[in-house]
Every structure is written in C-alpha cells, then in structure tokens.
C-alpha cells in the first residue's frame, strides 16, 4: 500500500515510537518536502526529539520512504486559505502519485480529501490497522491511545478514541472478524 503522510500524524506516530511499525503496513511512504521541512529541519532547529526520530526513520528506510520535491499547484476554490501550505502539498501531491491512502488528521483537510474522493486515515486509523494486522495487541494500541489522551501535544479527541476501543473491544466480545 502506497500512502502520503501528513507532518502531524508523522510527528504522533514518532512521539509514539511507532514509525518502524508502518514498514510492516506499508510498502512505500510518500512525504512532500515541504512536510519534511517542517517535521525534520524546524523540529530539529527547535529542539523536538521527534524530530530526530523522524530523520532517522527516514534515513534508515530509504526503500520506504520517499521525499517528493516537486509537489504540483493545484488550487482548492475557498480551502486554498485555510489549508496550510503541508495539508496542501498532501492533497497535490495524490493527484500526480495516486496512493492508496492519505494519512491525514485535519478535519477540513479531510474534508476536502472527501470531496476530491480521496481514501483517507487519521493517526488512529494508523494504530487500528497496527492492530489489526497483529503488529500490536490490543492492550499495547489501549497504553498508545492512553499515551495520546494523557499529552498536551498531541490532538487527538478523548471521546474519538474511546469511541474507537470501545467499537474493537464489542467486536472482540462478540467474535467479529475485524
């Protein structure tokens, strides 16, 4: 599966410690450089062990991962102004690399990947496919969800998340195929 990332599912899933799992869900990582910038080169500038994280992931896996330089212009009516310059270069960039999924968490960036019919995961949809492809159990994506409700950099909803383990702890009662 080929995927564009977006810097805060990115910057998550290092905070995580997660970014050598995605090998095992993913065969190719698409990463507009303008994201990278923004992730690598300003975290690192800043001070933001993720930062590190994410440069050393990237260097460690370059069959995987692939920084994209050249990202087309593409202009998205009224969202052009309240996108940034990062969830842009994500949705340009999958109408020249046609992935099979973007990970981005966003709300309006999501919304207008809906509108473009675009196939779309949020950092969560991320650590449920972990989950579901045994890569972690369901007690280890519980302490990650844990993780994120408990700190103050990240934003994903409480409610979402429980929501979610909740949705997959009725499946498991009840025997589901998930």
């Not at 599966?1 to 869900?25: F, G, Q, V, Y």
């Not at 993913?26 to 933001?48: A, M, R, S, T």
């Not at 992931?57 to 050249?70: G, H, M």
């Amino acid at each position: 599966m080929k995927i564009i990332i977006d810097s805060s599912p990115l910057i998550i899933l290092a905070k995580l410690n997660l970014l050598p799992s995605l090998k095992n869900i993913f065969q190719k990582i698409i990463i507009p450089e303008i994201i990278y910038n923004e992730v690598v080169n300003e975290g690192i500038l800043k001070g933001k062990q993720d930062a590190i994280a994410i440069k050393l992931f990237i260097e460690k896996e370059p069959e995987l991962i692939e920084i994209i330089k050249d990202v087309p212009q593409i202009q998205y009516d009224k969202y052009q102004f309240e996108l940034d310059a990062g969830e842009m270069a994500v949705l340009n960039l999958s109408k020249t690399q046609q992935p099979d999924l973007i990970i981005i968490d966003e709300e309006l960036a999501r919304g207008v990947a809906r509108q473009l019919g675009l196939k779309f995961k949020g950092t969560l949809g991320v650590l449920i496919n972990l989950y579901k492809a045994n890569i972690i159990s369901f007690n280890e994506l519980s302490y990650y969800c844990g993780i994120i409700k408990s700190r103050k950099d990240i934003w994903i909803h409480s409610e979402l998340i429980d929501k979610v383990l909740a949705e997959l702890k009725s499946k498991m009662k009840n025997n589901e195929k998930l």
